[in-house]
């Protein structure tokens, strides 16, 4: 039931430094913002939400609070501890019944807890790249699923706390642009097991769209 999200990857430099972000592709629409409150210190949050297949839906949310500083000139890390929420459903339909049956329907939320490291790269001031990682360990609150048998009946199964796993997420950030706008494409995947049996490509995020820069100053952003 889990499925792979772009990642948040601000990249800040400085305190008061805004960056704000918008972006589709695996996911129908996804936000991503960033506020550096103190020289060192940020938070960050980011929505998602589509669609997946046979007239599913999916979404997530994540709050985060880091810590951010520039190794070199040319070199910046980040470390973000915080939490995510995600909900799917979906309906698979038996071909061989359909018609005669309603379909089989899966609904589940769960929340993550995690941890996320950031290591960004610049070269002059209209390229960035950045490599992250994101640890976190999915904790199921509710399962609810129907299948309707020829047979024996309808099945019901709801749960809670129907199981937890660990969960290990990388995403590649590449940004090209001005000073203050900037083109932004992720792409990465989710490590875990087991893959899932209806939608095995929902371990794979890719993602286009625009990345904005506000209230840093001019020198320090015509540097990234």
Not at 77 to 100: K, T
């Amino acid at each position: 039931m889990h499925y792979s999200v772009a990642q948040n990857v601000p990249l800040l430099t400085q305190k008061n430094e805004l960056r704000l972000s918008a972006a589709t592709g695996t996911e129908a629409y996804g936000g991503q913002a960033a506020y550096a409150f103190s020289k060192s210190f940020a938070i960050m949050g980011s929505y998602s939400g589509g669609v997946t297949f046979d007239n599913g839906s999916r979404s997530s949310w994540d709050f985060a609070v880091g810590y951010f500083k520039r190794l070199e000139d040319s070199m910046i890390f980040e470390i973000y501890g915080g939490a995510g929420r995600y909900h799917r459903d979906f309906q698979v339909w038996n071909d061989a019944l359909a018609g005669s049956l309603p379909p089989d329907t899966f609904r589940t939320n769960c929340t993550e807890p995690f941890v996320q490291f950031d290591l960004g790269f610049k070269n002059n001031g209209r390229h960035s790249f950045s490599l992250s990682g994101k640890f976190g360990y999915l904790i199921y609150d509710h399962f609810y699923s129907f299948h309707a048998g020829a047979a024996f009946g309808p099945t019901y199964t709801t749960t809670n706390h129907a199981s937890n796993e660990p969960t290990t997420a990388i995403c590649l950030t590449y940004r090209r642009g001005g000073k203050r706008l900037s083109f932004q494409a992720q792409a990465g995947l989710s490590i875990q097991s087991p893959v899932s049996y209806y939608d095995p490509g929902s371990d794979i995020f890719i993602n286009l769209g625009l990345s904005l820069r506000l209230f840093g100053d001019n020198k320090t952003a015509s540097t990234r």
